[in-house]
Antibody
Framework: EVQLVESGGGLVQPGGSLRLSCAASGFTVSSNYMSWVRQAPGKGLEWVSVIYSGGSTYYADSVKGRFTISRDNSKNTLYLQMNSLRAEDTAVYYC?????????????WGQGTLVTVSS | DIVMTQSPDSLAVSLGERATINCKSSQSVLYSSNNKNYLAWYQQKPGQPPKLLIYWASTRESGVPDRFSGSGSGTDFTLTISSLQAEDVAVYYCQQYYSTPLYSFGQGTKLEIK
């Protein structure tokens, strides 16, 4: 069974840093494309970043230069390092698998972890 | 970037009645080489992550009730719930995965019981 479990969220001051983790089971992170998607309180869904199986990474313009996506193959875990955080980064952050077989469809999602940026 | 626009923003339907949500993309999401529309629909209930309902615009995900159906091609798409049940109250999102890695979502449609 595919499972994704995020952790690492919390309260951080503007300008601070936080690292989110997404532990996967039931499949191999390094063999798949993995994304982060966020949702500000009461708002819609916003794609944040993706890492391809080959290691290429891409970011939304809103986080480019501040966030870094990575993975630890030995731990089958995806990460999102978030630096220079702003109030507008406050959101629930979801990790999701992008199924290559289904055209990079986001088919499995974690439960999410809340990041609050506030002084 | 492809912009996804849903209508209406909110919808109230009586139990047992049909609910229809529309989604329009700013450019075609039909990939000519395989004739597939790279369009998905998700359902999100409060406090839960999005749940995949429909992909390739009209393929129902395993386990999704057959009262849910998707249609459309190119730039115009529709999610239909044929007979609304109480458990269908949620926010529904369309999403294009044609221009990956730049995924984009519609703004969401809130579905309630009338």
């Amino acid at each position: 069974e595919v499972q994704l479990v995020e952790s690492g969220g919390g309260l951080v001051q503007p300008g601070g840093s936080l690292r989110l983790s997404c532990a996967a089971s039931g499949f191999t992170v390094s063999s798949n494309y993995m994304s982060w998607v966020r949702q500000a309180p009461g708002k819609g869904l916003e794609w944040v970043s993706v890492i391809y199986s080959g290691g290429s990474t891409y970011y939304a313009d809103s986080v480019k230069g501040r966030f870094t996506i990575s993975r630890d193959n030995s731990k089958n875990t995806l990460y999102l390092q978030m630096n220079s955080l702003r109030a507008e980064d406050t959101a629930v952050y979801y990790c999701a698998r992008a199924s290559v077989r289904l055209g990079e469809l986001l088919d499995y999602w974690g439960q999410g972890t809340l990041v609050t940026v506030s002084s | 970037d492809i912009v996804m626009t849903q209508s209406p923003d909110s919808l109230a339907v009586s139990l047992g009645e049909r609910a229809t949500i529309n989604c329009k993309s700013s450019q075609s999401v039909l990939y000519s080489s395989n004739n597939k529309n790279y369009l998905a629909w998700y359902q999100q209930k409060p406090g839960q992550p999005p749940k995949l309902l429909i992909y390739w615009a009209s393929t129902r995900e395993s386990g999704v009730p057959d009262r849910f159906s998707g249609s459309g091609s190119g730039t115009d798409f529709t999610l239909t719930i044929s007979s609304l049940q109480a458990e269908d109250v949620a926010v529904y999102y369309c999403q294009q995965y044609y221009s990956t890695p730049l995924y984009s979502f519609g703004q969401g449609t809130k579905l309630e019981i009338k």
